[in-house]
Structures are given as structure tokens and as C-alpha cells.
């Protein structure tokens, strides 16, 4: 936790620095834009996950043309089914010239473009204000909960090539007992970045992303930017997730045969939140320990219906004493699987294997799979580090239009990615304290998702069974479920209204004093544009 004054000055100089260079990216790039010599652009935000069942939909369909759905943010310049699908119902449909309505119920707060297409250029809020209340917690009397947010995104487009976005969000935050703990333990909000203490329980934090993307040819995009990726077709991912906080990268992606073939690079800075034990000013908080991580992804359809991937991931080894990066050739070496034969799995410079399938069954139901190696020595008392997925998704189920209902298991064995939260010289598969894929860490878990959206109402509910071991031996054991309701004000940005209960038991097998129960419900009205993920 926060606690000296100069953390807390030098917390506040960070966000103050974030906000003001994504406020000179914005106006560099506007000035740019206003030069008329500009073309088109793609937006492809929001992810959230219930939100985005609708692309989710389009890409589950079976025809000819080539999609690898498996690995996000997509990219649109490869294809056009790569685009954001929103709701396409149209509020007050025969009222169709009036300009206040389009920008509450459907357009972009600015929206700025060229009559030819050669520019775009968007600005949306990032608004959540949620209010709640704890009903049981047998762990804490704090019954209060909520979330301010405030904040903006930005996307343009410049020619037919080149595309940016920005984002930048100042929160506070009262949380459940449960998610306080975590933060306390681990020094960050889950998935958003550090924080200082916000009156005596609260928690202030900043969250930033941005990326710009070129196309210099068709078959190559090449991004830059401080974010997140995701890979995989199901709600949780054993190889990468969207679960910690955002890092620095450069991605490059490929498509060949026709786009039958789709190859991504990812070379990313990662953090250790531990002290980088270089020299800093007197009252200025130290640097954290660097560490690079560099990822190959590949990407195969065979027909119409089947895509199968294959993943190495490799967390070099990390800085030294002074906080300095020492990479090797082999680092930049883009060739999927050569640094798993250089190193194998034992080694300091942590390496992930896996692999990815998706098979479409029919145009609603399709199944999906992943298989994660981190260690296969069998050294450990906890066996070999080796996870599997199954799961399967079925939209328009029995039917019904815009009914998604999906069931997934994973299993992830102990000694996994590692203990994020270790000495120095962290090798795990994290970033800022949180594990880089899994959710959970570790553990056996079945999921039940179920999403209904009529006209812009919405319903959605998700069960998450849990079960850990230490040592093998059963721990405990976690229930958690969500149900919410609302309406979609604005699809452009996911601006919304919700009702939302939530239940999570925890149950320390033989310590029944330790257990604890947390039920509390939410009233919001967000812009709920990423995901977050509090249900571990």
C-alpha cells in the first residue's frame, strides 16, 4: 500500500504526465487530421465481453472468408468482419435528422470526418458512476461501495493505413472486502494499475491506453502503444489474457495464403512491482524492476470451420541490480518455438508453450480448446505446470435472436506462470503483480455465461465455480455469480444504465472460521468500454 508523502506526489505526477501526453498525441494528431489530405478509419472498442457477443456473433459464422478470432484487439485492415458490431436497433427510428438524438442514442460524442472518407476523427466520455451496497460480509462492516470515473477516448483515422486511439480515465473507488484485500496484498487494483489511499478506505487510480496502427503493406500491420491482447475464444485464456494491467508493446501481424495463415509478434516491457535498485533523487519513489517479454502466435484455418494455433511465450530474464535490461539476439528472435529448443522449459528465462483450436459446428454453436505447458520437469511437489481449456458457445441459442449461452472448464495446475508475488529477480508470467494470463493463478473452474439483449434491454448472468489445492490437498473452494440488468443508451461507446447483484462465497475447507460471504448489489450508469475482472 501507498503510505509516504513521496509515493503519493509521485503517483500524482504520474497521472499528470499520462493525461498530458495523451493530450499532445490528441492534438498533434487533430492538427494532422484538419489537413484534408486524410482517409478512412475503424473503431474497435468496446471489448467488453457481454457487450461484445454481437461481434462475437459475425465471427462465429461459417463462409469463405478467412477469420482468426482468437487473438484481440482485431484488426480490421486485414478484414472487414474485424469491425465493431453494435446494436442495430434504432431508438426513435423515424425520427432520423434530429442532431441531438444521434448523439445521445447513436453517434459519437465528436464525430469529425471528410465527405470523401479520406479522414475520421471520433471523442467519446468514459463515464461510471456506481453506487452499492454490502447486504452480508462476514468479513468486514464496511457496507458501501462505489465507483467514480471520468475520462475520455479518442479515435481517428488518417488515409487508408494509419490509425490511432487514446484513452485516459481518473477513478475512486470503494470496494468489497474481498477485492480491498487483493488490492491491499498486491498493490494494485485488479487489472487497473497502482493506486493511493483515497480518504481512509477508498482508492484512487488512473487508467491510460492508446496505440497507433499502420499498414505499410497488405499482408503486414505494425502497432505500437501501451495496452493490453487477449488469445483465445473463451471467457478466460491460459496463454494471455486481458486480466493485468496494461504495458508497453509493439505488435506485428501477418497474414499469408490468402489470409488462410496469421502470424503475430508481440515484444512487450513488463513490471516487477519490486524496487529496480538503480539510483533515484532523494524523496522520488525507485524504479521497478524491468523485464521483456517476446511472444509468437500462429495462426492456421483449415477449412471453413476449424483454426488450430500454436503460442510461445518467453519472459526474459529480468533487469539486474541497477535495473538494467541485458537482452540477448534470441529476445528478438521472431521465429516461433526456436527459443523453446535454445532454452527449454527450466530455465530463468521463463517460457510458455500452448495451443489454440476453435471448431465451428454450425453457423451458432461453435467448441473451443487451449493446452499451456510452463514447466514439464516434474520436479516440484505440485506436479507439472500445465493447464487445459474446453468450452463451447452457442448464439441466437434454441432459436431465440440475440440469446449467447456458453460453458467452459479450465484446469491449471499449481507452479503455473509462477507466484507473481515473489523475490527479486521475478520470473513469473505477470505484470504489475497480477498473472499476465490465467485469472485465477491457478485451480479448477466451470463457467456459465448467459447473455440476452432485446432491442437495447439486456440481461446477462455468469456462475463461476472454483476449486484450489495447496500441496494437492483441497483448500478452498469459491462460488461466485452475477446477474445484471439494463438498457443501452449510446452503442457507440457502450453508454449504459445497469442493476447488478452479485454473490461470492468463499469456503476454507476445515478452517470454517476463515470462510466468508460477500453479497452486494450495484446501481450504474458507465461507459463500460474494457473489461475488469473481479471474480477470482
Known amino acids: 500500500m501507498v503510505k509516504n508523502r513521496s509515493e503519493i506526489l509521485d503517483l500524482k505526477f504520474e497521472k499528470k504526465l499520462i493525461l498530458s501526453s495523451h493530450v499532445c498525441i490528441l492534438i498533434s494528431l487533430f492538427s494532422l487530421l484538419i489537413s484534408n489530405s486524410l482517409k478512412s478509419q475503424f473503431y474497435n472498442l468496446p471489448n467488453e465481453y457481454f457487450f461484445n457477443t454481437f461481434s462475437q456473433r459475425q465471427l462465429a459464422k461459417i463462409d469463405s472468408q478467412q477469420i482468426h478470432s482468437d487473438i484481440q484487439p482485431y484488426i480490421p485492415f486485414f478484414n472487414k468482419k474485424y469491425e465493431f458490431v453494435g446494436d442495430t436497433y434504432r431508438v426513435f427510428k423515424y425520427i432520423t435528422d434530429d442532431v441531438f438524438l444521434d448523439k445521445v442514442f447513436f453517434d459519437h460524442l465528436i464525430h469529425i470526418k471528410s465527405k470523401k472518407g479520406n479522414y475520421e476523427f471520433k471523442v467519446d466520455p468514459l463515464l461510471n458512476i456506481e453506487l452499492g451496497r454490502t447486504f452480508y460480509d462476514t468479513t468486514s462492516i464496511q457496507q458501501r ?203 530463468k528465462n521463463n517460457i510458455l508453450v500452448g495451443f489454440n483450436a476453435n471448431i465451428k459446428l454450425t453457423n451458432s454453436i461453435s467448441v473451443y480448446g487451449q493446452f499451456m505447458a510452463d514447466d514439464l520437469s516434474n520436479t516440484k511437489a505440485t506436479g507439472n505446470a500445465i493447464g487445459y481449456q474446453i468450452g463451447t458457445k452457442y448464439f441466437d441459442a434454441f432459436t431465440l435472436k440475440n440469446l449467447m449461452l456458453q460453458i467452459e472448464y479450465n484446469d491449471v495446475s499449481e507452479g503455473s506462470y509462477n507466484n507473481p508475488i515473489t523475490s527479486y529477480n521475478n520470473q513469473s508470467f505477470s505484470h504489475y503483480n497480477q498473472n499476465l494470463a490465467y485469472t485465477p493463478g491457478y485451480g479448477k473452474e466451470l463457467i456459465i455465461l448467459g447473455d440476452y439483449k432485446y432491442k437495447r434491454f439486456f440481461a446477462n448472468a455468469k456462475l463461476n465455480l472454483q476449486w484450489y489445492t495447496l500441496n494437492k490437498f483441497s483448500f478452498y473452494n469459491n462460488t461466485i455469480h452475477k446477474f445484471q440488468v439494463g438498457y443501452t443508451i449510446n452503442t457507440a461507446y457502450n453508454f449504459n444504465v445497469s442493476l447488478g447483484y452479485n454473490y461470492r462465497y468463499q469456503d476454507f475447507l476445515d478452517y470454517k472460521a476463515s470462510s466468508n460471504k460477500t453479497t452486494f448489489y450495484t446501481l450504474s450508469i458507465k461507459s463500460n468500454l474494457y473489461n475488469t475482472y473481479y471474480d477470482f
Not at 169 to 193: A, D, L, W
Not at 255 to 280: P, R
Open 145 to 347: 461501495i462505489s465507483t467514480n470515473t471520468r475520462g475520455f477516448i479518442a479515435s481517428g483515422s488518417i488515409g487508408k493505413d494509419f490509425y490511432f486511439e487514446t484513452l485516459f480515465s481518473e477513478n475512486q473507488s470503494y470496494f468489497p472486502y474481498y477485492i480491498s484485500n487483493f488490492s491491499n496484498q498486491t498493490r494494485v487494483i485488479p487489472g487497473q494499475g497502482r493506486y493511493k489511499v483515497f480518504k481512509t478506505k477508498g482508492y484512487d487510480y488512473a487508467f491510460s491506453s492508446g496505440f497507433v496502427s499502420y499498414q505499410p503493406i497488405k499482408q503486414v500491420n505494425i502497432q505500437i502503444g501501451h495496452g493490453k491482447q487477449k488469445i483465445g475464444n473463451g471467457y478466460r485464456s491460459l496463454l494471455l489474457s486481458d486480466n493485468a494491467f496494461n504495458y508497453p508493446y509493439a505488435r506485428i501481424t501477418s497474414e499469408w495464403l490468402k489470409g488462410k495463415l496469421q502470424y503475430t509478434n508481440i515484444y512487450a516491457v513488463l513490471m516487477n512491482l519490486e524496487t529496480g535498485g538503480a539510483k533515484t533523487p532523494k524523496n522520488t519513489e525507485p524504479l521497478f524492476q524491468k523485464k521483456a517479454l517476446a511472444l509468437q502466435y500462429l495462426s492456421y484455418n483449415i477449412g471453413k470451420r476449424i483454426t488450430v494455433s500454436l503460442f510461445q511465450g518467453m519472459i526474459w530474464n529480468a533487469a539486474d541490480s541497477m535495473n538494467r535490461q541485458h537482452l540477448e539476439w534470441q529476445y528478438f528472435n521472431p521465429v516461433i518455438f526456436s527459443n523453446l529448443g535454445f532454452y527449454g522449459l527450466n530455465n
